[in-house]
T-cell receptor, first 112, second 110 residues
């Protein structure tokens, strides 16, 4: 069974631009969660989608948004990028909410 | 709300035993996950405790005390490959969230 995939793996953007990251969960998994990881703050929860519905949201500004498609693939979008958005963005999928999560390799975003 | 406390760093010797503690305050606590994350890699699942007590899985064991808001991860017969960050992550049935602690970076010395 193929693991969680994320594209792109690396991204360099300029302040003010916007970015879209993609996540393909393990086949059959309906829950997709997104996390931001930085050295100082650790792994911070962004949001969770289950069957195309956002079920949970973390404490991030409205510039961070996401969606999930009928095939469970998910995208997250960050608009008006700031330097502080530089981080590793991880996607994790699970069969159910509050279940063992399988993480993708992440997208390393650098904002200059 | 959520409050998770685990040591930032620990050092242990190859072949020894180490215990990584985690205390939490979680509204609607349901269970607690432990994940391992090697530098530059994604976290991988180690254990999930819902009931009080110790659960053993090979060299790794995880303990939970719901009444004390306390968990630990016990690693035996340490190997160099165990050098990694260990993330404590309680889950809540109030909002179906899993919130990760900042992790404990474990250094293994030969």
């Amino acid at each position: 069974k193929a693991g969680v995939t994320q594209t792109p793996r690396y991204l360099i953007k300029t302040r003010g631009q916007q970015v879209t990251l993609s996540c393909s969960p393990i086949s059959g998994h309906r829950s997709v969660s997104w996390y931001q990881q930085t050295p100082g703050q650790g792994l911070q929860f962004l949001f969770e989608y289950f069957s195309e519905t956002q079920r949970n949201k973390g404490n991030f500004p409205g510039r961070f948004s996401g969606r999930q498609f009928s095939n469970s693939r998910s995208e997250m979008n960050v608009s008006t990028l700031e330097l502080g958005d530089s981080a590793l963005y991880l996607c994790a999928s699970s069969a159910r909410q509050v279940d063992e999560q399988y993480f993708g390799p992440g997208t390393r975003l650098t904002v200059t | 709300g959520q409050n998770i406390d685990q040591p930032t760093e620990m050092t242990a010797t190859e072949g020894a035993i180490v215990q990584i503690n985690c205390t939490y305050q979680t509204s609607g606590f349901n269970g607690l996950f432990w994940y391992q994350q090697h530098a530059g890699e994604a976290p991988t699942f180690l254990s999930y405790n819902v009931l009080d007590g110790l659960e053993e899985k090979g060299r790794f064991s995880s303990f939970l005390s719901r009444s004390k808001g306390y968990s630990y991860l016990l690693l035996k017969e340490l190997q160099m490959k165990d050098s990694a960050s260990y993330l404590c992550a309680p889950s809540s049935n109030r909002d179906d969230k899993i919130i990760f602690g900042k992790g404990t970076r474990l250094h293994i010395l030969p």
